[in-house]
């Protein structure tokens, strides 16, 4: 699939706009998940209060949701965010963090996806399993490569109207219709806690960038992370040193190094 816009010209305009970016995520990412989105030009906002989430969805240029440390009320509020973000226009992603684990993950991802989400970006064992297949999955850990889950991506896509992205060694991202690959990153990513996590949220950023395009959002903000992590990866040591220069790496990037050096092939 031919992306309309560059992923170089994408972050050039997410940083000229700074968008403001609604993220309810997980206990353990939101401290390394903000530091990206500042990283990368975009404003983070941590707000989950089932009380707040829904007014403050309204006011964000995008919302994202990750299931990762599920409780009763954060499903409040993460479904109160969902509904106000479709009611005002503006674009959410989800993450269904080992959403097949227990019943209470199941019941609320159904729920959430039936609050339209415009992208969904999980591993690849979270999207076998979304989509009704058999993964290997255990607990937040993918044990499929992504090339098995490029069928229930489609279908998925189709499904929900959404795009879907899988990530892994080689990203997957696809609209129902047509795909792309992302190559590039690092081994080192899945060692560094919640990296997933926290693309989830710059995937918010580039949709709030261009809330019509999704799939060039969700392309370019891939493009971005393997792009950083290549570049991370070439000086780190190991996943410690790995993470403070990966958030380097994203703030160092810049539109046309982005364009020049992303992997980005038609699927």
Not at 71 to 92: D, E, F, I, T, Y
Not at 134 to 150: F, K, M, T
Not at 161 to 187: E, K, N, Q, Y
Request: negative net charge; glycine residues 10%; hydrophobic residues 50%.
């Amino acid at each position: 699939m031919q992306i309309q816009n560059s992923p170089g010209k994408l972050l050039a305009a997410m940083r000229a706009s700074a968008p403001l970016v609604h993220c309810i995520t997980n206990y353990v990412a939101m401290n390394i998940a903000a530091n990206v989105v500042l990283a990368a030009g975009a404003s983070p906002a941590m707000v989950h209060a089932e009380e707040e989430a829904g007014e403050f969805a309204a006011i964000a240029g995008a919302l994202t949701i990750n299931i990762g440390t599920l409780s009763a009320n954060w499903l409040k509020g993460m479904q109160n965010a969902a509904r106000s973000a479709v009611a005002n226009g503006k674009p959410w992603v989800l993450d269904p963090v080992a959403h097949y684990a227990t019943g209470f993950r199941r019941q609320a991802v159904a729920q959430l996806l039936d609050l339209k989400p415009a992208i969904i970006r999980g591993n690849a064992s979270e999207i076998i399993a979304l989509g009704g297949g058999e993964s290997r999955g255990r607990g937040v850990d993918s044990r499929d490569p992504v090339e098995q889950a490029e069928e229930a991506a489609r279908s998925l896509a189709r499904q929900y109207g959404s795009v879907v992205a899988v990530t892994g060694a080689v990203d997957f991202v696809t609209d129902g219709t047509g795909a792309c690959r992302i190559a590039g990153g690092s081994p080192l990513m899945p060692q560094v806690t919640a990296l997933g996590c926290s693309l989830t949220c710059l995937v918010g950023a580039f949709a709030a960038t261009v809330p019509d395009e999704p799939f060039d959002a969700t392309v370019a903000a891939l493009a971005s992370f393997a792009v950083a992590g290549e570049k991370a990866a070439a000086r780190a040591d190991g996943p410690g040193s790995f993470g403070w220069r990966f958030l380097d790496a994203l703030a160092g990037l810049d539109a046309a190094a982005l364009d020049a050096e992303a992997r980005v092939t038609a699927a």
